[in-house]
Every structure is written in C-alpha cells, then in structure tokens.
C-alpha cells in the first residue's frame, strides 16, 4: 500500500535522513519554541491577570495574530533575515520566531484567563490569611489558574507542531520535510510518510500534555474522588492491609 | 515595495484573491450545516457529551499540512485538486463548531425552555424558534475564529500546489522578492477582517434583543 511503503523500508528509519532523526528534530524545535513563548507569555498573562491591567493587549494580540497566515509570515522572515544571518541560521531563526510568535498569545491568554477567574472567595480568603500578593500568586491563583494554562499550552502546541511542518518549505529541518521533499520528487509514499508521522506526533504530544494536566491539577479544582459516592464506595470498601 | 509589479500582475492577485474567499469560505458553510445537527446530537447525548467533543477535537490535532497530503489517499482525488482543501478544512471547522453548537445550545437558560414548553412549543418547532436563535451570539463566536483561521490555513495549501493567496508566498521566495509576499500577507489579513465583520454583523442583525453597551 502506497501509504505506507516509505514507513515500512527498513532503510528511512536511520541515518541523518531518516524517521527517527526528522522526529527528534520536529521535537526539539517544538520544544525550544514553546519553551521560549512560555518565558514571554506567562509572566505577562499572570502579571495582566492578577493586576488586571492591560487586558486589551491580550484580546488584541490572539486576534490579530490569528489573521496573519503563518505561511506568509515565514518566508517574509526569511527572505528579510537572510542577508543578516550566515549559514543555516537564516532559516532555523525566522522559522524559530514565527513559532513563537504563534505560541505565545494561546498560551497568554490562558495563562491570564486561569488567573483572572480564579475563585474569588478562595483569593480572599487566602488575603485574609495574611497571604502576600506574591504568595497569593503562587500558591493560590496559579494552580487554580492550571486548567486553563495547560489548555493554552494544548492549543500552542499544535499550533507550533503543525507550522514546523511548514516550515520546512524554507529548509527547517523535521518531518516536514518528507513532505516538502516527498512533493518536489513526485514521491507520494515519503509525502504520506511525513504526514502521518506528523499526525502521530501531534496527537501523541497532546494526549501527553492532557495527562499532565490531569496529574498535575489540583483534586480541589477538579473534584476528582471528592464526590458523594467515593465516601460511600471507601465505607464498602473492605480494609486491606 | 514595487507598485509596478502590483499593477502589472493585479488580474493575477485577484484571481488568487477570489480563489482563496472560496476556499475559505465554503468549508464554513458546509460545516455549519453539518455542525448544527452534529452539535444538537451532542448536545442531547448526556453523559457522552464529554467523550464525544474530545472525539471531536481529535480532527482539529492534525496539522493541515498532513491533511492535505493525506486526504488525496482517503478521497480518491489528485493532489492537486482544490476539493482536497475544501474536505480538510470543513473538518476543522466541524471540530470547532460541532463544541459551539453544543455549548450555544446549552447556554439557554432554562426558564426559557420551561417557558417555551408551557406555552405548547412541540420540541422541533421549541428547538429552531427558540433554542436555535438565543444561540446565535455563541455559535457566531466559534464561526468567526473558524473564519479567521481557515483564512490563514488555506494559504497553506500552496505548499502541494493548489493556487490561493498562499500562492503569493512561495512565488515570493522563488524569487526573493518580497512584493507578492507583503501583498498576500494583507489581503489575507484584510480579507479575514471583512469576513469577521461581516459575521459580527449578521449576528448582530439576526439578534436584535441582545442588549448592546451603548
């Protein structure tokens, strides 16, 4: 079968050219995008959401970004950056920009609605417990801010995934390029290869990211074993020691 | 900027331009016709509703270029053919959408519903004339992100050939000549303006007891 003829031949799953290598690749941009989007967007979303000043720019800025379509965005980079910068960094630093460029408004705005619409009693009570701002911050606002960080963080990573693919139309490395180079040699097979590696990859990352976030909130937020019948269903159950 | 060239290749652009409303703008019809029966069914489906929706935002994880690629194989067609962009998109829309829809319909108080019921609403007529018009504000909400995002994937597309705005961009870097690039990117983000305004003004117009900050 055509679609998977590529995946199948022993000889594409090593070398520099190979399944391994191109995924290694999609993960590491990936990562070091969101890495740096995160270092820019959550402390400017907990910082508008917990002084809730400066709330249009968040609107604006997801807005606005949505439109511009990333593609266009790339090879404008590209083509502006290439005379500044030697060798293969004149396509890994715009292509690196735009993904953060993209990362950073999900991951802002999640960041500060989680933040802006923490429980209000719980924030007050924490106050009058003689909590800090900062405190109040860390240890109330942000994991009750959680499900909402990590929903952002969901969305600017397929986000990110999906636009490094394209990336590699100016010479990115990772999966993408069995598509771009699968479409310039007439190979359907290596082009079917790059896709649903790809597709693997992004719904493997972002059943990953759910987990964490369902490891990592807090039992409080989501009432998980808290309902009536997990008292019942602990008083049935028998002692086992 | 060089506006010659702009002048000289305007039937071009326009053509690019047209080409690309359609391939935008199509997927959201279709998958707002297939949305809202989709959407009430989950909307009805009780303790499915969860499961089902994260079924649903499955589709939207695919990268649209993978989707381009893939679809030929599934459909039978050339990887040429525009159709391919038209499927690939209406299911990103209906992976959006079909959660609106949902979450429109459940936003409904329901006083209106018992209202609706009391005063001998039968259940289809109770669900077009009452439930289906107070949920306009949230599904016009899921179209217009629908929109505005569709507009910048479709330009995607001219990464397997098939011509749009997208068109522009790759012409552009052949050519390390920034003109068309510039070009695209504006009539892109102009033309996903005017689409998010023109759907801001239906709903506007289709739901005249909204109270509006004057």
């Known amino acids: 079968m055509i679609l998977f003829e590529w995946l199948l031949d022993p000889a594409n799953w090593s070398g520099p050219y190979g399944a391994p290598t191109l995924i290694w690749q999609h993960v590491v941009y990936t990562l070091a995008a969101l890495l740096l989007a995160s270092a820019i967007a959550v402390p400017i979303g907990l910082y508008v959401g917990h002084t809730r000043r400066g709330e249009f720019v968040i609107a604006g800025a997801a807005n606005v970004l949505r439109a511009l379509p990333s593609l266009g965005l790339i090879v404008l980079l590209v083509i502006l950056f290439a005379p500044v910068f030697a060798s293969d960094l004149a396509f890994i630093v715009p292509s690196l920009v735009v993904l953060i460029l993209l990362a950073v408004p999900p991951i802002m705005t999640g960041t500060y609605s989680g933040v802006a619409n923490a429980n209000r009693a719980a924030v007050d009570a924490a106050r009058g417990m003689g909590f800090t701002p900062l405190q109040v911050l860390l240890r109330v606002e942000i994991p009750c801010a959680l499900p909402l960080i990590f929903s952002g963080l969901r969305g600017a990573t397929l986000q990110v995934i999906s636009t490094a693919t394209i990336a590699a139309y100016v010479s990115l490395g990772g999966l993408g390029r069995l598509i771009i180079d699968g479409r310039a040699q007439n190979d359907y097979s290596q082009m079917a290869a790059g896709a649903i590696l790809v597709a693997l990859l992004a719904l493997v990352v972002d059943l990953l990211i759910e987990f964490v976030a369902f490891a990592t909130v807090s039992r409080g937020l989501t009432r998980r074993g808290t309902n009536r019948f997990s008292t019942v269903r602990r008083l049935l159950k028998p002692n086992r020691s | ?214």
């Open chain 2, 1 to 214: 900027m060089n506006f010659d060239w702009l002048w000289r290749e305007s039937d071009m652009i326009f053509d690019l331009f047209v080409r690309h409303l359609w391939l935008s703008a199509v997927p959201v019809a279709i998958g707002l016709a297939l949305a809202l029966p989709l959407g009430w069914l989950v909307h009805r489906s009780g303790v499915w509703r969860g499961p089902l929706l994260n079924l649903v935002g499955l589709l939207f994880t695919i990268p649209s270029l993978a989707l381009f690629v893939l679809l030929p194989w599934f459909l039978g067609t050339q990887i040429l053919d525009p159709i391919n962009v038209v499927v690939a998109l209406t299911i990103y829309v209906l992976a959006l959408l079909v959660r609106t829809v949902s979450d429109g319909l459940g936003s409904v108080p329901r006083e209106t519903l018992q209202a609706a019921n009391a005063m001998g609403y039968r259940p289809l007529s109770r669900l077009l004339t009452v439930e289906l018009p107070l949920a306009i504000p949230v599904i016009a909400g899921g179209l217009r992100v629908a929109l505005v995002s569709n507009i910048s994937i479709v330009s995607v597309a001219a990464l397997v050939g098939t011509r749009q705005l997208g068109s522009l961009f790759t012409q552009g870097l052949q050519l390390q000549f920034l003109t068309p690039i510039i070009a695209g990117i504006v009539l892109s983000v102009a033309l996903a303006a005017a689409l998010d305004a023109l759907v801001l003004f239906l709903s506007r117009k289709l739901t005249p007891w909204e109270r509006r900050p004057a």
